[in-house]
C-alpha cells in the first residue's frame, strides 16, 4: 500500500509535468510558425489568414513580443469566454455537448464531495478501527489515507448508517443532475435538427440487402420498388459502386505525388546535382534511377489505369452493389421510408436513414444480411477474447507497481529501490503510464472489431467501438485493477463463487486499491490532459511536412492536422471517473477532490481545443448522448454493489435489503429515461419533417431538389474525376454543369477524406 | 422415491380415467339434448340446425339409435380428416397454428426418442453404477426406472461421451425443426393476412395520449394534428369515451333482465302462485315482494338511469378519454402511421396499429405516460412477490408425496397409508391434483396483474399472461418440484451459491424426480386432456341455463356456451412438457415416450375441439408464435445447463467446454430467428399494404371506405343504442342509416362481448 508521501511525490512529478506542458504550450503557441498547428479550426473556417509577413524574417517564424509571453495563462479566459450557442455555431453540436460531460462531472460531483467532506470524513476519521486493527494484526500496513475511509470504520458500527444514507443521497442527487442533463440534451438536438439548413441527408434513405433480379439492373429495381411503394415521395436514386479498388490507386497516386513533390523541392534547393532513388521497397535497394522522371513517369502509369478502372467500375454491372440511397421529395417521405418495413422478407429492402455523405463507410454496403449475422456472431466472440487475454500485460503492471514484490521477485533491483525517490517514482508513475499506453494501441483493434461487425456509418462505428471499449475498461482497468489475477483466472473466480460473494470481493478490495486509483488520476487526468493542449504529435509532423512537401498555400493547408475530438476513445475512459467517482463517494472519499480537478481541467482544456483545433468529420447532433447517460448509470449500478458488498463483510447484513433497492430503482431510472428521451436520439419526429417541408415550399417554390440531391452520394473516389456518372437520369440542369466544372477544377485532390469532406462543404454552401 | 409399481398403479388409473371421459363423451355427444355443448361451433356458424324435431319425445332428448354407440371413437377419424386450409377457414389461423404446436412435439420428441432409446437407454443399462452404490450405501433406495437413466453411469466413465453428443444432435435436431416450423408458419401468417378481406383495423391506427389543448376539444385536435401530418392520408376518426359507468349499467340490467325471465318462467309453469323474492342481496333477507313486478320495475328505473348516463358521456367533454381510433385513406398510410413517430415528444401522440374493434381492452385507453410506467414498476415487484411467495401450499404437496416425510410428521396416519393401494394412490395420484387446482387459479389473477399494466389489446393481455405464467411455471413447478424448499428458500440459496454450483444443484436432483414428472404427465397431460374433451363444467351450466332461463330459440344460443382455446393459460403448460422432454431425453429417455403420447393425444383432442367447439373471440393472424418459439429454446438452454450440471459432479469436468458451447450456439439461434422472422409478426410491410389497396381501387372503385369505418371503433355500450354518436361528422350516407336501423333492431343483446362480437360480424358481412 502506498502511502501519503508516495502520493505527494506522485502529485509533485504530475503537478510539474502538467505545469511545464502549459508553459511549452504558452510559448509554442505565440510562435507564428506553429500558428497552424495550435488554430487550425481558424484557418479552415477561413478567418484566420497567414500571421503578417510584414517586419524581419525571423519575426516571420518567432514572435519576439516579450509582453505577450507574460500573461502566460490568457488562453483561459478566452477558451471560456465563447457562449455555447456561439459555440455549437463555431464546432457543432457534438463538441458542444461532449464538453457538457465534463460540466456533468462537476454537477455531480462537487455537491457530493461536499456532503462526503461534511458528513462522511468525521464520520470515518472518529471510527477508530484503524488503531484497534493495528493493534491486532501487525503485519497488515494501513496507508495514512484509510484514516478517512470506510476501513477506519470498526465492523458492525452504528456509524454505518451514515454511508447507507449518503448511497441513497448521491443516487438521487445523480439521478436527478442525469435526468436535467438527459432534457437539456435532448433539447439541445432537437433545436439544432430544426434550425439546421437544407441538407441530402435530410431527404435521403439508404437501402441495404436489395434483392437481385433477373429482368432487371439493381438500379431499375431499386426504382421501379420505390416508384410502386412510394408513389407521391419517390424522386431519385443512387446506386453504390464498388470502387474499393479505385480508392485504393487514387491514394496510391497521392502518395507518389508527394514523393514527387519531395524530390522538386530537394533538386530545386540543391539544383547541381538531380536526386536518385532506387526502385525497391521504400527506395532501399534496387537499381539506382532518377526520382524526378521515375515518379513523373509512375503517376503518368497509374493515372492510365486508374481511367481504366474508372471506365470498369461504371460500366460493369458486377460492379455495382444491392444498396442504393434512395431520395425522396420531401423530408416526410423520407422520414416514413427509413421507419417503416418495407416488405414481408426483414431481411431485404432495409431502410434506414441516410448517413451523412462524409458519414458514409462505403465499405460495408453490400454485406448480405446472413452473413452480417455470422459475422456478429464472431465479432463477439472475438470480443470475449480480447477481453480475457488482453490483461496479461496489463497484471505485469500491477505487479510492478507493488515494491514488495519486485524486491521479492527480482531482488538483484533492491538497492536501486530502496532509494526513496525512485521507489515513489515507480509507485507513483510507472504504472499509470505503461496501462496509458496499452490502452493507446487497443482502440484501433476496437475500430477494426466493429468494422467487421458491419456498421454502415462512421458514427455508428465509433459509437460501436465506444462501447467495446468501455466494457474493456470496466473488466480489465477497473474490476481488473481492483481484483489481482487476470480477467480469464477472475471470471474462473467469479463462477465458482456465488452470487452474493462477488460484490463482497470487491467491495473488500476497493478501499486498498484508492491510493492506486489517485495516481492513475493524476497521470491520466491531469498530466495527460494538460499534454493534449501541447499537440506534441501533431507540431512534429506539421513541421516535418512543411520542410519536406510543402510548396504552395494549397499545400501548407493540407499539411496542418487539425485532428478532431476522439469521443469514442476519450468518451469510455472519462466514464472510468464517473465510475471511480460514485464507487469511492461512499468507501474513501478523499478521491473527490481529485476527481473534481480533472473535471474542471479537463473542461477547460477540451473547451479550448474545440474553439481552436480540433475540426469533427462529421456531425451526428449529439446522438452519442444515450450511450453517455448509460454508462454513468452502469457506473451507479456497480457503486451501488459495490457498497452492498463492503458492508456485508462488515457485519451489517441488515444492510443489504435497503441497499439492494438502490439498484432495482436504478434500473427503472433508466428504463424511465430511455422511453421519454431516447427516441429523440434514433427516430424522426414527422410533425418536424413536416413542418421544414412546408416552411421549405413557401419560402422556396423554385427549388430543384433533383439537382441539388444529383451527386451528394457519390463514392469520394468519383467526386470531381473526369468522368462522370450518368446512370440515373440524363437531363441535367445548368446549376449542376457549374458544380460538376468546379469539382472537376480541385481534381487533383479527390480521394483524400479530408479533401473531399471539404468539397462537401463547398457544394452544400452553393 | 416411487417406484414402477407405483408408476404402474398412477399409469393404471390414469389410463382408466382418461377411458372413462372417452367413454362418457362418447355417449354424451349423441344426446340430442347435449348436442349445442359438444357442436357449438356449428350452430355459430349457422351450419347446424337443431337435431330434427321430428319422432317421440324421448328421441328430442335421448338418442335409441344402439348401433351408433357400438362407434365409439368414431369421432377420431372425422378430428382428423379437415385438411388443414380448410381448418384456418372454420377455425381460424390462430387455432390452426395452436395445434400445429402438439405436432412440433411431435416432431422433436418422435426422432429423439428413438435415437435415446437406441443409444443412450443400452448404455445407461450396462453402465453398473447402481450396483455399486447398492453395495457401498444400503440405505439409498434407487427406483429400478433410475437403471435407464444417467444415474446408471459411474462417475468419470467414458460413456458419458454418448450423452454429450447426444445433447449435440438433440439441439441440432431441436433448432432445425423450430427454424422450419418458424418459416411455416411466418408464411401460413403472411399468406393469411394477404389473403384477409377488408377490416376496419387494417385501415386504423390507435392514438394514445393525445395532449389537452386549451383552445381545441380532444376531437378537434386529434382532427387537426392528423390532417396537417398526414394530409393526403387522413381520412376520419373516432374519440373514446370512458364509458365504464354505462357498462356497469348496460349488465347490471341484463342480470335484472335474466332473473325477470327465470321468475317469469316459473310463473307460467306454476301459475298458481306468483313468485316472491325478497329485497336484499341475492334476495336472501329482506322484505317479501311479488318479484315479477319488482324486477320490471328495477329494469325500468335503471333504462332511465341509463338513457340518462348514455346522454351524459355524450355531451360532456370530461367523458372523452386523450385517445383516438384514426382511420386513413389506404392500408398504406396506415401502415405509414402505425410505424412512424409523430413528434418530438415521445410520450405523446403514441401510434399504434388498432387492435382489432372486438380486440380492444377499452378501460385501459386513457392511462397517461408516466403512471403506465410506474404501473409497469409496481407489476414487475408484484410479480416478484408472487413468484417467491406463492409456492408455500405447493411445497406443503411436495411433502404430501413423500411417504415418508407422512409417516414422520403424521404418524397416526401410518396404518392408512401402509394399505399398498391407498400409498400408490397418494404417491401417484394426489401430488398431481392438488398441483392443477392451485395452478388453475393463478391465471386469473395473472390477468388481473396484466390488466394494470396496461395493455390495450385483449390479444397483448393474453401475452403478457402468457409470459407470466411460463415464468411462474419454470420457477415454481419446475424448479421448485427438483429443488425441495420454497421459492424465497431457493433464492437465497442460489444467491449464496456459485455460479457454477446452480447447474449442479439442479442436475443432481433432476434424476431423482423423473417419477415424479411421469406421474405429472400421466395426470395434466393424459387425464386432464381426457377431461377437456368432456366439457363438465359446460354440459352443467348448459342445462341449468336451459332449464331456468331459455325461453326462445334465441335464448338458447345465448346459453350455450363455446369456450375457446384459452391459449394464454394451455400453452405455458404446454412449454412444461417440452421442457421436460429436452431435459431428461438425455438424463432419463424412460419419460419420453409418455410425452410423445400426451402430445399425440393431445393434438387429437384439440383439433375435435377446435373444429366443433371453440370459438375464438378475436383472431391475432398466430402472433403468438414468437413467444412459443422463444419459450421452447429457453426450455433447450435450461435442458443444457442441466446436463452440464450433472456431468460436472460426474466427475467429466473436461465435459463443460465442450457443453458450454451448446448455450451460446443455441443463444446465437434465437438471435438469428429473431432477426429473420419476428418483424412478420410485429411490423406490416409498406408492400404488402401497397398491393392490397391497389387491388381495391381497381375492383371496388366505388367503395365509401368513411362509411365503412363509421361505426367499427364504438364502445360496445354504444352498439345499437338508441342514441347515435354524430361526433365526427354530420353528414350521413343511406348505408348507414341502414346499418344502424339493423343495430337498434338487435338493442338488448348490447353489452355482452359475444352479443357485440357476433353483431360485428354481421358488420363486416355488410
Redo the contacts between chains.
Sequence with gaps: MANVSDITVSAFINCLSAFLFLVAFAILRLQPMNDRVYFPKWYIKGIRENPSTAGSFVKHFLNLDVRMYIRLLNWVPAALRMPEPELIEHAGLDSAVYIRIYLLGLKIFVPIALLAFGVLVPVNFTGGNFNIMRLSMKDLTFGEIDKFSISNVPPASKRLAAHIIMAYVFTFWTCYILYKEYKIVTDMR?HFLASQSRRPDQFTVLVTNVPSDPDESISQHVEHFFR???P?QYLTHKVVYNANKLAKMVSQKKDLHNRLIYYTNKYERKPIRRPTTKTGFWGLWGKKIDAINYYTEEIEKLSKQEIVERERVIGDPEAVVPAAFVSFRSRWGA??CA??????N??R?LTTWAPEPRDVYWNNLAIP?VEL?VRR?ATAVAMFGLIFCFIVPITIVQTLANIESINKYLPFLKPLIDRGSLKALIQGFLPGIVLKIFLLVLPMILMEISKIEGHVAVSDLEARSAGKFHLFLLVNVFLGSIVAGTALQQLKE????????IPKTVGVSVPMKATFFITYIMVDGWAGVAAEILRIVPLILYHLKNILLVKTERDRDEAMDPGSLLWPITEPRLQLYFLLGLVYSTITPILLPFIIVFFAFAYLIFRHQIINVYHQKYESAASFWPDVHRRILIGLIISQFTLLGLLSTKQAANSTPVLIVLPVLTF?FH??CK??????FR??????A?IKDTLERVTEPQLNLKDYLKDAYTHPVFRGGVVELTDIDEEEGDGYHLVATKRSHMGSKAGTRDGSSEEMTGIFAV
Design positions: 432537437l410502386v411503394n412510394h407521391d422520414a416514413v421507419q417503416t418495413q418495407q416488405t414481408r426483414p431481411t429492402w444480411f449475422n456472431f467469479f463462477l465458482n463463487k456465488s452470487a452474493s460473494d427503472w428504463k424511465v422511453n421519454r428521451f431516447e427516441s429523440a427516430k424522426f419526429p414527422l410533425q418536424d413536416m
